[in-house]
């Protein structure tokens, strides 16, 4: 049989249960006619690159599928008839990767990174900007009025 990587996502707003059992639903198509999905990656919910049907945002799914063209094409329509999948997407690939999805595998360096506490994402130390802002304001606000008077010159003095 064919080997496919199978891609849907699903409205932001579903919960992680509707997203399982939507998930499941489909897993449950594909073995009913024959066909095997070894593994499933949830990708969690990540921003869309333009709005789909009013969602910024969606639930991300794969499958690597062993199944039929005719389950594919089961699958594909009863996606076609579900509210909550905004897309999907079936590529035909020549054999299985093994182990983490690339889209894991990033997920997993994200989080190794934000352990080590570099990057832009460590909140706590807040950004340069903010940073170099706040220690100008500190040393204005810290300085002494200067001598000389209360006169400021304004630029209209002729």
């Known amino acids: 049989m064919p080997l496919y990587e199978h891609v849907f996502l699903t409205r932001q ?5 509707q997203v399982e059992d939507l998930t499941a639903q489909f897993k449950g198509i594909f073995e009913q006619m ?3 999905v070894p593994k499933t990656e949830q990708w969690g919910v990540k921003s869309l690159s333009y ?5 910024r945002k969606a639930h991300f799914t794969l499958f690597n599928v062993d199944a039929p063209a005719a389950a594919l ?3 594909e329509r009863q996606e076609r008839l579900s509210e909550d999948v905004l897309r999907y997407i079936t590529v ?3 054999e299985h990767e093994e182990g983490p999805s690339a889209m894991m595998r990033k997920v997993d360096r994200d989080r190794e990174r ?3 506490g570099f ?3 460590d909140r706590d130390r ?3 900007r903010d940073r170099d802002r706040g220690e100008h304001r500190r040393d204005r606000d810290s300085r002494p009025p200067r001598e000389g008077g209360d006169e400021t010159p304004t630029g209209n003095e002729g």
């Open 119 to 121: 990057g832009f994402r």
């Open 126 to 128: 807040g950004s340069f």
């Open 114 to 116: 934000d352990d080590r």
């Open 73 to 75: 094409n089961e699958v």
């Open 13 to 17: 707003d579903a919960s992680a249960q």
């Open 92 to 94: 035909r690939v020549d």
């Open 51 to 55: 709005r789909l049907r009013k969602n």
């Open 34 to 36: 024959g066909g095997k």
